[in-house]
């Protein structure tokens, strides 16, 4: 299947979502660690933690309707793209170390990624 600009747009713009999502939670695990109290503290008193969960259900809501125009399997191949964004996202936000192995990783996930959607 042929994606549309539109379709093809909408499907980046969902892979840019999950690394977001990631980085949310990320940012609501810091957080927690100045919450006193045990787990339900930590949920409830967590505000980025709040954020981090609303941001998962309106991206949930957005890969629905991708899902209401195009194929399930032409849509989650640009789910690859958010996990490759992660780790560079958790290198420039938080200073996490990423090895030259994961970087090589990366390259080939994205590799995998240009040659499924070619291949459509």
Not at 29 to 51: E, F, Q, W
Request: include cysteine.
């Amino acid at each position: 299947m042929t994606l549309s600009l539109k379709d093809f747009i909408l499907c980046l713009a969902f892979s840019v979502t999950l690394p977001i999502g990631q980085i949310l939670f990320k940012v609501a695990a810091n957080h927690s660690r100045s919450i006193t109290g045990g787990v339900i503290a930590k949920v409830v008193l967590n505000p980025p933690l709040i954020g981090a969960f609303a941001w998962y259900g309106l991206t949930a809501l957005f890969w629905f309707y991708i899902l209401t125009r195009i194929p399930l399997s032409t849509a989650y191949p640009f789910s690859i793209l958010g996990s490759a964004l992660v780790p560079l996202l958790a290198w420039a936000l938080f200073r996490e170390q990423v090895t030259l192995q994961a970087v090589a990783g990366f390259a080939v996930m994205l590799l995998g990624f240009f040659m499924i959607v070619r291949a459509r």
